[in-house]
């Protein structure tokens, strides 16, 4: 290991000339090794510690909209430059002795079973089919996001995988982390990298989106798949209630659709896929989805809204967007809340089931299929056509 340089598999990448970057022109692409800075991927040299860095929000109450997205986008620019610095000496600029490894590669048995998966996801839709392509998946940890971010690396894709659960690396991964996630994706084509990011902060949302453009030079799909479903009583629901889950289930994504569209503009290209849920249409009384669903669905339904408007924004600059439901599925959550859920049908979270009519959509362009709310459970049959 040479100082001031990162091991990488086609060589090192000095990240001196990095820093160097980075200070001048902070939004500048970098070289990929840079954004596993802020990635379970990435130790120093020194104490094999595994890092990553949050953003502490600062922004005043009741700033200008304007004002207060170049306050966070400055902030994000900043927190890149002090992410690399840290890297190499911890502070700046930066000094010689240390340098930044790839962990040691430990492969998880189910990471055969996952690849054996991807094998037979791509096979359907198109070997390598996204390869290039850059994408990111908020609420990527456990269950459909993390399934979803599985295909997308499995087709080729080089995968941004969000979400506020981290994880500990090491031979003992636990479950339900980014750090799993990224372990189960090492032996697919497309590359997995993490990035903490707490869909209720809008920083948060921003530094991911900009770190990803920054370091990887583009933004080709975006998936927001991060969600909260609590059952209520339809008239027990308190203000905290609803100021929660319309923060997480409409907030949240609006934020990640406004940070990510301007780089898909630029390039007159690119594919946003929102994940929604049946009980966001009408659901009649004892019905199984109408039961206690009444915050949950009305969340859903303003998310089917905010797709069907930002479709027509965004169409003249090609881009898709579209509301993906998946459906009933067995993730832990789930059947935490009900351990018959299998019974109803429910789908297993795994790329083999739910991949592909999400990479049919990441696919996508506004002049092929966009403006649309599509459910999994008719993929290949009512649609596509």
């Not at 510690?49 to 900043?78: D, M, P, W, Y």
Request: hydrophobic share 40%; charged share 20%.
């Amino acid at each position: 290991m040479r100082s001031g340089g990162f091991e990488h598999e086609t060589g090192y990448v000095d990240l001196r000339a990095a820093w160097q970057e980075t200070r001048d022109r902070p939004l500048a692409p970098s070289p990929p090794g840079v954004y596993t800075y802020a990635s379970v991927e990435a130790r120093t040299a020194r104490d094999g510690h595994f890092f990553t860095t949050k953003v502490t929000k600062n922004t005043k109450e009741g700033t200008k909209a304007g004002a207060k997205r170049r306050e966070i986008l400055e902030q994000s620019r900043t927190e890149t430059r002090r992410e690399i610095q840290h890297a190499l000496c911890g502070s700046a600029p930066p000094c010689e002795g240390h340098s930044l490894r790839f962990a040691p590669a430990f492969v998880h048995p189910f990471v055969f079973f996952v690849f054996f998966v991807s094998f037979v996801v791509n096979a359907a839709e198109g070997f390598m089919a996204l390869e290039g392509k850059v994408a990111i998946v908020i609420g990527a940890s456990a269950g459909i996001g993390r399934a979803y971010a599985l295909a997308l690396a499995g087709a080729g894709a080089t995968v941004i995988a969000a979400a506020r659960t981290l994880g500990a690396a090491g031979e003992e991964v636990r479950p339900n982390t980014l750090a799993h996630v990224v372990k189960l994706g090492e032996t697919l084509p497309g590359r997995v990298y993490a990035s903490v990011c707490d869909v209720r902060s809008e920083t948060d949302i921003a530094r991911t989106i900009e770190q990803a453009a920054a370091n990887f030079g583009r933004i080709d799909v975006l998936v927001n798949n991060a969600g909260l479903m609590t059952l209520f009583d339809p008239f027990q629901i308190g203000d905290e209630d609803w100021d929660t889950m319309m923060h997480v289930n409409v907030r949240g994504p609006y934020y990640a659709m406004r940070y990510a569209a301007p780089h898909m503009m630029r390039r007159r290209s690119g594919s946003i896929v929102n994940i929604t849920a049946k009980a966001g249409t009408f659901m009649p009384k004892g019905q199984r989805l109408h039961d206690g669903t009444l915050l949950y669905g009305v969340t859903k339904a303003a998310l089917n809204r905010l797709s069907f408007f930002m479709s027509e924004e965004l169409k003249p600059y090609g881009i898709a967007v579209n509301a993906l439901s998946p459906g009933v599925v067995a993730t832990d959550t789930a059947l935490a809340a009900n351990p018959n859920v299998r019974d109803y049908g429910a789908k297993e979270p795994t790329p083999e089931v739910l991949g592909p009519a999400l990479l049919f959509l990441a696919q996508q362009s506004a002049e092929t299929l966009t403006g649309q709310v599509l459910y999994t459970d008719e993929f290949g049959k009512t649609w596509p056509r």
